[in-house]
């Protein structure tokens, strides 16, 4: 009996857990969306659309059972990453049913492929699997320290997910995928959480050789010979991919991950400088003789060149997307970002944000991503353990990486690569994995807010007790 | 459906989407000052709450001594209650729990007076659990004694490596 007044004592010392404020975070988090997809009706067509309800009660329902589940598994992660997801998801639902409506991309995929199917129900039904899994390893995943046992088979699984494409036919130019009967997948997006997975377990353990071992030139640490092998492999992977599976995104997303991960674990910037060097080198090596890969740059480089535009005029008509939204935007439903064609709501979704949102929602929307990888920084920098520190680190850089590669791309400052928007692009693999990744970083931040037990009876205050009548 | 409407509506959507924002940001602030002080310096001021504790305490040990080692009475988990990993808890599952400096242990101490193999807890046969000094340089204290042979450790007694203290807790 004792012993239970005990441990609830525990409980009662510790920071509020902020279940609360995520609640309202996430009621607000599911009416922005519900605001959105009313704009997007009233716009497109004069009266509220007839799925209002069913949607607003879905993501609704969708919210509820992650804030649940939260609140029973995870009671003092952090308050803001499961609304902003949730915001993030919600509005990619309404821009890809605003796509959905588009007369243009209806008749184009009937003259492509004989019959229109909407993407939007699908993407619900994806984010529904994707809460699922979030639920799942929110529930089965008591502690994140049970991760680091798998350092190595985790290596050898993401190796598999990450070579497993070259196997299947190329979609679209690049080896993303894998098809199984009716589903096809996209196995980077879990290999990305899987290998966060072994380059933390397998840096805790190397991250003294690597970062003691150096010596000390032209003001930076340069670290012996041998050291190297870890990132030269990583490296040479990276480029495999960018070759064979012709994907820049991936690539730099493994490689950067990578890259980042090494610099906080060592805290030498010298391994940043490396990594800059090599990716700057194996970018300009492979871009000279892979023809794919050339494409993508001509495009970049040239975006209105003639040659550029009989090829695909998509990277053309997302600048002029942007530039047509200006400050304010054209108000959701009234752009003309259905031009862009193929891939308008997966790799090309963000431009039709720019375009109706303007440049001030995009700030908003990206500032929205800034804040949820800053949680995940900040959920590493109050991690007690090293391994869930850069588990946290590294799921969050890559989330990062991930959307800097995107935007980048299809704002035309870096080449286009075939990477997802997270939680926005049509697109199932994207939106369930990166609700696993959500679902890790709430554990981690769980367990590094749980506030401290309370402090061991002291010995020394005993006697103190004892002399003092 | 009105220009002007549509007009409001759209500006009206960019300051809710700001609004969540600033929120959010708001959140964040409160959570930065909101959150307690560790409790390592109440030692001195605090002195009822370890009083009552210690009349607590005593109790659950009575009952894993005379009731045998039910399951009722058994540790479920191991907390570091002081030291620099103050607050990380590991869940007791019948496996042997490695203490030291060690990359390879279950607990990794980041504590100068520790050995990088130190001590191990472990459940005997009876599901007792046992703590055992693995020859450490500075020694493994349970409560005030300097362990020498494998010791049954009570539920709640502290078990003292450098400056990290952990205990057993239900």
Redesign the interface.
């Known amino acids: 009996?004792?012993?239970?007044?005990?441990?609830s004592?525990i409980g009662a010392?510790?920071?509020?857990s902020?279940r609360n404020?995520e609640l309202a975070?996430l009621v607000?988090?599911v009416a922005?969306p519900c605001?959105?997809y009313a704009?997007v009706g009233?716009?497109m067509t004069?009266e509220m659309p007839t799925g209002m309800l069913g949607y607003g009660l879905g993501l609704g329902l969708l919210a509820a059972v992650g804030h649940l589940v939260v609140r029973k598994f995870a009671p003092y992660a952090d308050?803001?990453l499961l609304?902003?997801a949730t915001?993030l998801n919600g509005l990619g639902l309404v821009v890809i049913w605003r796509l959905d409506q588009s007369q243009r991309l209806q008749q184009r995929a009937e003259n492509l492929f004989g019959s229109f199917s909407p993407d939007a129900p699908k993407q619900l039904m994806f984010s529904a699997v994707g809460i699922a899994l979030f639920v799942a390893v929110l529930i089965l995943l008591?502690?994140h320290r049970i991760l680091q046992r798998y350092t190595y088979i985790s290596m050898a699984v993401a190796l598999v997910l990450l070579i497993l494409p070259m196997f299947f036919p190329a979609v679209n130019g690049a080896k993303i995928w894998i098809s199984l009967g009716p589903f096809s997948i996209q196995p980077g997006e879990f290999a990305k959480i899987i290998i966060a997975i072994f380059f933390s377990g397998y840096l805790?353990?190397k991250r003294d050789a690597l970062a003691l071992a150096s010596r000390r030139f032209m003001g930076i640490y340069l670290p012996r010979g041998r050291d190297l092998g870890p990132i030269i492999t990583i490296w040479a992977m990276s480029l495999l991919i960018l070759v064979f599976e012709t994907d820049l995104g991936t690539s730099l997303l493994f490689f950067g991950m990578f890259v980042v991960m090494l610099y906080v674990a060592t805290e030498r910037t010298s391994w940043i400088v490396f990594g800059l060097l090599m990716s700057a080198v194996g970018a300009v090596g492979v871009a000279t003789f892979e023809s794919h890969v050339q494409q993508r740059v001509d495009a970049w480089l040239h975006p209105f060149s003639d040659t550029v535009m009989q090829q695909s005029d998509q990277v053309a008509q997302s600048l002029m997307a942007f530039g047509s939204g200006g400050v304010?935007?054209?108000?959701?439903g009234?752009g003309n970002s259905d031009l862009i064609g193929f891939a308008a709501n997966s790799d090309f979704i963000l431009a039709t944000f720019g375009e109706e949102?303007?440049l001030?929602?995009m700030m908003?929307?990206l500032?929205?991503y800034g804040?949820i990888v800053?949680?995940g920084v900040?959920t590493a920098l109050a991690a007690?353990?090293?391994f869930g520190k850069l588990l946290a680190v590294g799921l969050s850089g890559a989330f990062a990486i991930q959307v800097f590669v995107v935007c980048g791309g299809v704002m035309g400052l870096i080449p286009l690569t075939g990477m997802t928007l997270p939680f926005v692009a049509q697109g199932g693999s994207s939106v369930i994995a990166n609700w696993a990744l959500i679902a890790i970083l709430i554990r981690i931040s769980d367990t590094a807010r749980?506030?401290?037990?309370?402090?061991?009876?002291?010995?020394d205050?005993?006697m103190t007790?004892v002399v003092r009548p | 459906?009105s220009e002007l409407?549509?007009?409001v509506?759209?500006?009206?959507?960019?300051a809710?989407?700001?609004l969540?924002?600033i929120?959010?940001?708001q959140?964040?602030r409160s959570?930065l000052f909101?959150?307690?002080v560790?409790?390592?310096g109440?030692?001195r001021g605090g002195?009822a709450?370890?009083?009552a504790?210690?009349q607590?305490?005593p109790?659950?040990r009575q009952?894993s001594g005379g009731g045998g080692r039910q399951r009722r009475g058994a540790p479920s988990k191991l907390?570091v209650?002081?030291g620099t990993?103050?607050?990380?808890?590991v869940?007791l599952q019948g496996q042997t729990i490695s203490l030291g400096r060690a990359?390879?242990s279950t607990i990794?101490l980041d504590d100068d007076y520790a050995s990088s193999r130190h001590a191990r807890i472990y459940p005997d046969r009876d599901g007792q659990w046992i703590v055992e000094d693995l020859g450490s340089t500075n020694g493994t204290y349970l409560?005030?004694t300097r362990l020498t042979t494998p010791t049954p450790v009570p539920?709640?007694a502290?078990i003292r490596i450098g400056k990290t203290?952990i205990?057993l807790?239900?």
């Open positions: 009996m004792s012993s239970t007044t005990h441990t004592t010392i510790g920071a509020p902020r404020t975070l607000f988090a922005i605001f959105a704009n009233l716009a004069g308050p803001l609304p902003l915001l008591k502690d805790m353990v304010l935007g054209t108000g959701l009234q949102l303007g001030a929602g908003a929307f500032l929205i804040l800053e949680r900040r007690r353990d090293p749980r506030p401290a037990p309370a402090p061991a009876p002291n010995p205050a005993e007790q | 459906m409407t549509l007009t509506m759209r500006l009206g959507f960019l809710v989407l700001w969540f924002v929120v959010a940001v959140v964040i959570d909101g959150t307690r560790t409790q390592r109440s030692r002195e709450r370890p009083q504790r210690q607590a305490a109790a659950p009952q907390v209650s002081e990993l103050t607050g990380t808890t869940a990359h390879d990794v409560d005030r539920l709640g502290p203290v205990e807790r239900k």
